[in-house]
């Protein structure tokens, strides 16, 4: 059952790799509709937030521990196929990729996938609007084909009832895990800084980005328990990453708080604002070792679901 399972797989990623199917790197992405994702201000315009400082992204966002990627592998029955949500440039999808035969890396910004980084065992799909969730489930090699799914710092801007209803279509059982995480403004050891700058960017966020905010405490999560974080009880995540001061202002440049004041015509990152920062950062030429202070659910369909 498992072998035949992994052989449908196989012909699945053979097919994604035919030339009449579009690669995101090499020609025009295909553009799949799916409703997993369905945006509450439409989803061209959350694209957007994220399109506008695609580049930046890519430079400034933390490469999560190798570490993870193991822990989470451990924890699946097969390895076959991984979905990473949200993917952004493949943060995520790429320790993945280290662990699983194949990964299915989306997004709904196609201008975040450009930046991706390739990788042989990724394939990265622009996923731009809401369609059936039957298709996505029909992309993904069909109910009960994926082993793991990562979300990694984008499951609150999901429709969740939706995305969590595919999640379970799709996910192995018994034996296939989704996990969730994120990170925020709490950044040692520059706390104060960010927690200061961070109150700036408050009429800017998204509500869905409350979540984040709250450190997923209180983001529904509906799987058993597989003892790495419940509903309700994340566990902590330490992501370390060294930083410039340069990189800093790109990540805060990052952040759609701040492309959405700026579309408001406020620039929370002026000269005056970026001066302070860089005098309680240490100067402009300094590079510290900081820990982005991540969150973590994981967990497995429930039997009922
Ligand atoms: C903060 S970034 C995280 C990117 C990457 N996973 C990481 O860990 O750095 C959030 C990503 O989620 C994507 N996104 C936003 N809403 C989405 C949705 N409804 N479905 C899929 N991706 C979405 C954005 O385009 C963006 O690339």
Redesign the pocket.
């Known amino acids: 059952m498992w072998l035949l399972s992994c052989l449908r797989q196989y012909l699945h990623q053979l097919c994604y790799h035919s030339p009449d199917l579009k690669d995101l790197h090499t020609q025009q992405p295909e553009e799949l509709r799916f409703d997993?994702?369905?945006?509450h201000q439409g989803?061209d315009q959350?694209?957007g937030?994220?399109?506008k400082q695609?580049a930046a992204?890519a430079a400034a966002?933390?490469v999560?521990p190798k570490d993870l990627f193991t822990k989470l592998a451990a924890l699946t029955a097969h390895h076959c196929l991984a979905w990473?949500?949200?993917?952004?440039?493949?943060?995520?999808?790429i320790g993945v990729a280290e662990h699983y035969d194949s990964v299915l890396a989306?997004?709904?910004?196609e201008e975040?996938?450009l930046h991706a980084v390739p990788h042989p065992k990724v394939r990265y799909l622009h996923?731009p609007n809401a369609t059936p969730g039957e298709d996505l489930v029909t992309t993904l090699g069909g109910e009960q084909s994926v082993d793991l799914i990562?979300?990694?710092?984008?499951v609150h801007?999901?429709?969740l009832p939706a995305?969590y209803d595919i999640a379970r279509r799709v996910l192995r059982r018994p034996g296939g895990v989704i996990a969730v995480w994120g990170y925020n403004y709490h950044i040692s050891p520059v706390e104060d800084m960010m927690t200061r700058f961070f109150n700036t960017t408050l009429p800017y966020w998204d509500t869905r980005a409350r979540y984040c905010m709250n450190r997923y405490k209180d983001l529904p999560f509906p799987f058993d328990d597989i003892g790495l974080g419940r509903e309700g009880e994340p566990v902590s995540l330490d992501v370390d990453h060294e930083m410039s001061f340069e990189g800093l202002i790109g990540m805060l440049r990052?952040w759609?708080a701040v492309t959405m004041a700026k579309q408001q015509g406020v620039d929370l990152l002026g000269e005056r604002m970026v001066k302070e920062l860089e005098e309680e950062w240490g100067g402009a030429s300094l590079v510290r070792k900081v820990t982005f202070k991540a969150f973590l659910l994981a967990g497995t369909p429930r039997a009922d679901d």
């Open positions: 997993s994702c369905l945006l989803p959350m694209a937030l994220f399109s695609a992204y966002r933390p999560y990473d949500v949200g993917t952004g440039n493949g943060q995520a999808a989306t997004d709904v910004s975040q996938l996923t990562t979300v990694a710092e984008a801007w999901c429709d995305f990052s759609s």
